[in-house]
């Protein structure tokens, strides 16, 4: 079975050529990153003109490097939703013009279903299991008893990871996106400065980052004041020791009370060096018997072949979306 994955939910134009859900035949990604870098952030209307701009060249792409042509395809997946709706629109847009001309099955996939199926591209999945989303966006606990059936158990109260990792960085003068950048720094600093962990009430999967954010904007503000100078990588690599702590800790804590036999880590936070060590080091030492699925970098940051491994299995499942298929910035995983 060959699907073709799109994927044009924030700055990333992707498409993708899947076979049986599991070997990447092509990944083409066009990053707008270098455009949206001197306005700090994701600019939508420049988004949505940049994915005009590449759609077609990248499907192309995708096509021509996976050897495939349209006839060979058993369905067309494409991210319908949560993310920017000029952005996905795009992607919808193109998906349908394509499934329509060829007469090929349409799927629409869920982005965050996505970034959990980029781990079927390096492992077999086996259930039950835990997934932690890190994300610009999101940052969930999904337990999963089969395939593409997801419960949410933990979700972010108020910032997500990546959105903690990017304001952070921006504090600290650090080029957008930031994650790398205090990933990079954490490696070559201490944590030797004290800031907060947000347990929350006890028992609970939730959790919040907007407590720990304040708290070194405070810490760069007050220091500043005094006319003292704090070492970025002292700063980068303490708030990356309190991210990391909570994000395993409540990570194990749920792998052992949902008794899965794997741990999945998803979405572009999961490219953190920190985090992937820690939480390798720690499921070796708590739960020696569970895998620990982490897909390498290209997989964890946005492209299409996650949501052709997602589309894949929903086709196979009978789902379908009709030609009436409609992007959706809010579109809820379960
Ligand atoms: P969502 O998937 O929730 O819709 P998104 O698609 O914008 O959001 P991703 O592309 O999955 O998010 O991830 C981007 C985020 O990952 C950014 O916030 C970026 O700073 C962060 N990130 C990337 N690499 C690292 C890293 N090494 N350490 C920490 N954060 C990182
Ligand atoms: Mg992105
Ligand atoms: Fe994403």
Redesign the pocket.
């Known amino acids: 079975v060959y699907v073709l994955g799109i994927e044009t939910?924030?700055?990333?134009t992707a498409a993708a050529v899947v076979k049986n859900g599991r070997a990447i035949l092509s990944n083409v990604v066009a990053s707008q990153m270098e455009s949206h870098r001197r306005f700090g952030g994701?600019v939508p209307e420049i988004a949505s003109r940049h994915h005009v701009e590449q759609i077609t060249l990248v499907i192309e792409e995708a096509m021509q490097q996976a050897k495939v042509s349209f006839t060979d395809l058993q369905a067309i997946a494409v991210t319908a939703g949560?993310?920017l709706v000029g952005a996905l629109l795009v992607g919808v847009n193109a998906a349908k013009a394509l499934a329509f001309a060829h007469g090929i099955p349409l799927v629409g996939v869920h982005?965050?279903a996505g970034?959990i199926y980029a781990n079927q591209l390096v492992s077999e999945m086996k259930f039950p299991l835990l997934a932690l989303?890190?994300?610009?966006?999101?940052t969930e606990l999904v337990y999963m008893e089969e395939h593409v059936k997801f419960k949410v158990i933990g979700e972010t109260r108020d910032d997500?990871?990546?959105?903690a990792?990017?304001k952070v960085?921006r504090a600290l003068g650090l080029p957008y996106?930031?994650?790398?950048h205090?990933?990079?720094l954490a490696q070559e600093g201490e944590p030797t400065i004290d800031l907060p962990r947000a347990w929350l009430e006890e028992g609970s999967y939730d959790f919040s980052f907007s407590g720990l954010k304040s708290a070194v904007l405070n810490t760069l503000h007050r220091a500043k004041q005094r006319g003292e100078e704090i070492d970025p990588k002292q700063m980068a690599a303490s708030f990356q020791a309190s991210v990391v702590e909570v994000l395993t800790t409540k990570t194990l804590q749920a792998a052992k009370q949902y008794r899965v036999r794997q741990v999945l880590l998803a979405?572009?936070?999961a490219?953190?060096?920190?985090?992937r060590t820690a939480l390798g080091e720690r499921m070796r030492q708590e739960l020696p018997g569970v895998e620990l699925v982490i897909p390498p970098?290209s997989l964890?940051?946005?492209n299409a072949a996650m949501i052709a491994a997602a589309g894949t299995m929903l086709y196979w499942q009978g789902r379908r979306s009709d030609l009436a298929l409609n992007a959706d910035p809010s579109l809820p995983l379960a």
């Open positions: 939910s924030c700055d990333e994701v949560p993310g982005h965050i970034h989303v890190v994300s610009g966006g999101h997500a990871a990546g959105e990792y990017d960085a996106p930031g994650g790398p205090i990933d990079r979405g572009g936070v490219a953190n060096r920190g985090l970098l964890c940051t946005d």
